[in-house]
Structure formats: C-alpha cells, structure tokens
C-alpha cells in the first residue's frame, strides 16, 4: 500500500527558510516521479517541483525556481523540499505526490490530475 507523508510546515517570516520532507513507503522506486504540490486558501492546486526518481531530474514552476529545491536521500525513501526566501504567497497547504511513468512523461510532472497518490498535506504560513 502506497504511504506518502509529509512533515516539516510551519510558521516564518518573509525571507525565512523551511524544509518539507515526505516519507515515502510502499512501492518500487523505477518509473516513478515524486512532486510536490501546493493548494493556497480558496485557491486550485499547483504543482510546485517534481523529480523523476530513478536519475534525479528537476523541474520547478516559475513561482519558485531559483528559490525552492526538491532533493531526495540515496535510499530514495524520503523526498524533501527545501524553502528559501519564502514569501507571503507561498502561504499553502503542501501536498507530496507521486506517479508512476517513465522518464519522458515531463509533461506531466507538474500537473495535479496525473497523479495518483497524495499525502494529507502540511501547512506552510508565511507572514510579512
């Protein structure tokens, strides 16, 4: 049974830093992309980064390249997500996800209906 869960939210301050990890248990690390998302108050859900777990490839929306940065542990069962300069609208809850596809399913990497396992999510409160 696929477990995904999420640690690591908080409160902090405009230009602070957090780092989120995500404990991943239950299936076979090939094929499978990890993500993260995030879904601010009354708003949709956003994919934020995503990485392609078996050679470690990156992608990042445009809010939060040069600042956010997904890595994973060499056992690959813990996926993190480093917070740096966090500003107000990063306010989210943060959701960790995952798929299973190949290396060139990119298209999807950041897109919320192409993935099939989520964790309950953590929150993260930016204040100015």
């Known amino acids: 049974q696929v477990q995904l869960v999420e640690s690591g939210g908080g409160s902090v301050q405009a230009g602070g830093s957090l780092r989120l990890s995500c404990v991943a248990s239950g299936f076979s690390y090939s094929l499978v992309w990890m993500a993260w998302f995030r879904q601010p108050p009354g708003k949709e859900r956003e994919g934020v980064a995503a990485?392609?777990?078996?050679?470690?490839?990156?992608y990042y929306s445009d809010s939060v390249k040069g600042r956010f940065t997904i890595s994973q542990d060499n056992a690959k069962i813990t996926m993190y997500l480093q917070m740096n300069n966090l500003k107000p609208e990063d306010t989210a809850m943060y959701y960790c996800?995952?798929?299973?596809?190949?290396?060139?399913?990119?298209?999807?990497?950041?897109?919320?209906?192409?993935?099939?396992?989520w964790g309950q999510g953590t929150q993260v409160t930016v204040s100015s």
């Open positions: 990485m392609y777990s078996s050679d470690g490839d990156t």
């Open positions: 996800a995952a798929r299973f596809a190949n290396r060139y399913a990119i298209a999807g990497a950041l897109r919320v209906r192409d993935y099939n396992y």
